[in-house]
């Protein structure tokens, strides 16, 4: 007997970060919207903070990494995470500029997903990051990525980025 897709739960893996506020603050009514609106948290990493990245001269983020059992598409996920960073005021400007919250849509079970200018999964750079991969390793060390069919933790031991990241 198939069950509807829609009956059966995946595993969700979010990135947030901010650089602007009380950015701890920020992170925590973003996962407590993340449990609400989209699904179920289940595991939160501690938090992390870097320096920017992309662009330098801007103050240094706060990152945290969340994994969630969901009933929803992975598209339906990355539109409830974009209305959840609009309603915590996030205004989007710059690529890489300062923002109150910003919610990335990591991975999404083990689908590989690519809608051109909208979603790609996993993240197309997210084995370049270690801002990504630190929080990601510490919540789901051994978890493949779909792609390169490696483990989080493997990738992240290997990862070349020279940006800092403090576990706080």
């Given at each position: 007997?198939?069950?509807?897709?829609?009956?059966?739960?995946?595993?969700?893996?979010?990135?947030?970060?901010?650089?602007?506020?009380n950015r701890e603050a920020n992170l925590k009514r973003?996962?407590?919207?993340?449990?609400?609106?989209?699904?179920?948290?289940?595991?939160?990493?501690?938090l992390y903070e870097t320096a920017a990245w992309g662009?330098?001269?801007?103050?240094?983020?706060?990152?945290?990494?969340?994994?969630?059992?969901?009933?929803?598409?992975?598209?339906?996920?990355?539109?409830?995470?974009?209305?959840?960073?609009?309603?915590?005021?996030?205004?989007?400007?710059?690529?890489?500029?300062?923002?109150?919250?910003?919610?990335?849509?990591?991975?999404?079970?083990?689908?590989?997903?690519?809608?051109?200018?909208?979603?790609?999964?996993?993240?197309?750079?997210?084995?370049?990051?270690?801002?990504?991969?630190?929080p990601l390793a510490e919540i789901a060390p051994e978890?493949?990525?779909?792609?390169?069919?490696?483990?989080?933790?493997?990738?992240?031991?290997?990862?070349?980025?020279?940006?800092?990241?403090?576990?706080?």
């Amino acid at each position: 007997m198939m069950l509807n897709k829609a009956l059966e739960y995946s595993t969700a893996y979010l990135l947030l970060g901010g650089n602007l506020g009380n950015r701890e603050a920020n992170l925590k009514r973003a996962i407590e919207l993340v449990n609400d609106k989209i699904g179920n948290v289940i595991a939160i990493s501690s938090l992390y903070e870097t320096a920017a990245w992309g662009k330098t001269n801007q103050p240094a983020f706060l990152n945290q990494a969340v994994s969630l059992q969901t009933r929803l598409t992975a598209l339906e996920v990355l539109e409830r995470a974009l209305g959840i960073e609009q309603e915590l005021g996030r205004v989007r400007k710059d690529k890489w500029g300062e923002r109150l919250i910003d919610i990335d849509l990591i991975l999404f079970g083990n689908e590989i997903i690519n809608i051109p200018d909208k979603l790609q999964v996993p993240h197309p750079h997210m084995q370049d990051r270690k801002f990504v991969m630190e929080p990601l390793a510490e919540i789901a060390p051994e978890v493949v990525h779909p792609v390169l069919g490696e483990t989080i933790l493997s990738i992240c031991h290997n990862i070349e980025d020279p940006l800092e990241v403090k576990k706080l």
